[in-house]
């Protein structure tokens, strides 16, 4: 398990993302929201993804899930090229968008999940075990038949948990799932998180979160980007040893300031 | 069907039941239109004088029967046109688009799948204007030729998918308008007999009526519907009809994925 070079010997990585740059233009004109990033993760992998707003963390994880199309590099899971969209590997993907607004409002929450359960092939009984199974870490009993436009920010943010983990997919993809949860529903979400995914073999957690303490003890790597460049990447202890930090904080703010002093980094 | 199709065929469909259930007057309101409208031109028959109109004489004589099968299925021709925009417009108005598109469905049988409960419905309002024509004013239909009837209903939905799709790409690439469907559907209420027999328009527009597709459609379906035609006699009308789902649907999955691709490419998937 771990972080590894694109050209690493022994095992490929599962998950490989190659100088992978994004570009959105609008009339506005052009942000640059991905510089050349960089990833390969082995199975197993939890790699937390953290840095300020507009760093590029929600434009990595939609390349990663093949929504947003980069314009340059390459994006493979297990060796399969994600070019032609989401639908490539979509069984093979779940993807919590950051977002609350994207479930039908008017339907109840087990409806909601009902749907999207279908579309990935769960039929009713296998929807109820899974529920089941998530559901001590997930908490949505009693919520069910709540129309999901009433719920409250958690209970969304929990449900956004649930259709993503439904098909137990080997790419996870979260765009900070903890937000809108409170310390004891959080800890319990990365707790379930850490047993699902680490150390798993053909799995690989992907998670970004502006919550740095979390995202050192969950992650076993953490990628810092700050304005689409990746300004620092390894395990949690390597960052913190490398920068000299005595927190993750700290480790942030110096791989930030390291970063934007190199030659070609944005002013 | 594959029971992976069936099971994402059904998920849309009991979808789309729930989302409609949850407006609770939706369908008292269009069950209201449908009566009004039908009303409206039981009456404007009445002005009408079949023997002063000998365009009619081919579809029976009898202005109301013509009109109504005009309204009917013109109300499904908007149907069928705007359904697949509006499954795409929905979309991207919930915010489920991207969590959709995630699942492993090709963006052609989402974006079909979507509509199915607007197809079926509008099959429903067609089923409205004539039972009401029939339960309230006294419309007396002869038999159905049923082969006949289902062949130029299937290749009907399916002229107007193509022309549906084309106007999704649109939603999907634009948000916004919808050149192809409105272009279609106003065409179609001036050029393919709607309300009078595409017979008395000028022999330039009556060139130009058989461009569109519902004039195909209405000729087939008034002939079965209303002279009790065979396979044979609307055979004609079918096979013109059956050209555009041949140009138009190769084009609708094409526009579809250039667009997905290029809202891709630009990363507004999940704008609205």
Known sequence: MGLLTAHAGGRPPLLLAESVSKTYRGSAGAVQALDAVSLALEAGSVLGLVGPNGSGKTTLLKVLAGLVTPDSGRVAFDGASLAGGPGDLAAETGFSPGEERSFYGPLSLIE??????RLRGLGERALAERLEGLEPHLGLKGFEDLPYQQASSGVKARLSLARALLHRPRLLLLDEPTRSLDVEAGAMVRAMLRREYLGAPERVLVWSTHRLEEAWETSTEIAVLDRGTLAGLGSPEELLRRTGAANPAEACSALRREASGRPGAPA | MTPRLASVLFAFLRRDAFL????????VLDLASVLLSTATFFFVARLVDPAA???MAAYGGRYFAFVLIG???????GVCLHSLAQSVRREQLFGTLESVLTAPASLPLVILASSQWNLLYAALQVGFHLGIGILVFGLSLPPVDIVAAALMLILTAAAFL???????AFILRFKRGDPAAWLIAAASDLLAGV?????ILPKPLQALADLVPMTHALEGLRLVLLRSA??????????????FPVVLLPLGILGL??????ARADGSLGHY
Do not use: W
């Not at chain 2, 309204?71 to 021709?77: D, E, N, R, V, W």
């Open chain 2, 71 to 77: 309204i009917a299925f013109s109300a499904c021709q």
């Open chain 2, 53 to 55: 109109l000998p365009a």
């Open chain 2, 20 to 27: 409609y259930a949850s407006y609770k007057f939706s369908f």
């Open chain 2, 195 to 199: 309300y009078f027999p595409v017979s």
């Open chain 2, 257 to 262: 994925r250039t667009a997905f691709d290029r």
């Open chain 2, 162 to 168: 193509g022309i549906g799709m084309i106007s999704a």
């Open chain 2, 230 to 243: 065979s396979l044979s006699e609307v055979l004609p009308h079918a096979l013109a009809l059956a050209a």
């Open chain 1, 112 to 117: 909601n999940l009902r749907f999207f359960g």
